[in-house]
């Protein structure tokens, strides 16, 4: 089945060690978004690439960063993690840009840090 | 800027019984709505949105929502409610010129048998 797929599911890091947890996907799709999800709070858009256009949410710290070789796989890189930013952090894509576009989401990688 | 209110935190329901989860929500422009279900340690998962057209939408598992303009809401409804449903339930919207969905901050339904 098409779908997104995200590795780790669980991923344990220690305070300021560089991490990447990486989205694939099958669909096809042109964008490729990555959300942060903090205990039982909303999920908050980091970034999104289009195509191989990234761009950066105003607020999103510069610890955050990500990369996108080709269509299927985008990588959110965290360089010195941060207590604060244990989380579950989504991957969704879009087939376009478009505002009636669905988002397809993958399980989420839950990060603790250590 | 845009926002989504769910002004439940939790809902409980009877099996059986029909369900609603309210939310609301304040967009420049056009909305776009949509309905996210979350199950525990997994992603979202898609359920339904609105676009334009009909204001009922109908969606996967037997959910709908009604696009109220005036009252700029989007309820989410089920006539039967199951104990599968039980769930955190996720309202957002698309406009306004960002780039991602904003979220409201989830409403748990909890099904009762």
């Known amino acids: 089945d098409a779908m997104v797929i995200q590795n780790p599911r669980y991923q344990v890091t220690q305070f300021g060690k560089p991490v990447t947890l990486s989205c694939s996907q099958t669909?096809?799709?042109?964008?490729m978004y990555w959300y942060q999800q903090k205990s039982s709070q909303a999920p908050k858009l980091l970034f999104h690439y289009y195509d191989k256009d990234f761009n950066n949410e105003a607020d999103t710290p510069d610890n955050f960063q990500s990369r996108r070789p080709n269509t299927s796989f985008c990588f959110l890189d965290i360089r010195s993690p941060g207590l604060g930013d244990a989380a579950m952090y989504l991957c969704?894509?879009?087939?376009?840009?478009?505002?009636?576009?669905?988002?397809?989401f993958g399980p989420g990688t839950r990060l603790l840090v250590l | 800027a845009q926002s989504v209110a769910q002004p439940e935190d939790q809902v409980n329901v009877a099996e059986g019984n029909p369900l609603t989860v309210k939310c609301t929500y304040s967009v420049s422009g056009n909305p776009y709505l949509f309905w996210y279900v979350q199950y525990p340690n997994r992603g979202l998962q898609f359920l339904l949105k609105y676009i334009t057209g009909d204001n009922l939408v109908k969606g996967s598992y037997g959910f709908e929502a009604e696009f109220n303009k005036s009252q700029t809401s989007f309820h989410l409804k089920k006539p039967s409610a199951l104990v599968s449903d039980s769930a955190l339930y996720f309202c957002?919207?698309?406009?306004?010129?960002?780039?991602?969905?904003?979220f409201g901050k989830g409403t748990h339904l909890i099904i009762q048998p």
């Open positions: 669909l096809n799709h042109n964008v």
């Open positions: 969704a894509t879009s087939r376009e840009k478009l505002y009636q576009e669905t988002q397809y």
């Open positions: 957002a919207v698309r406009g306004g010129g960002a780039d991602g969905l904003t």
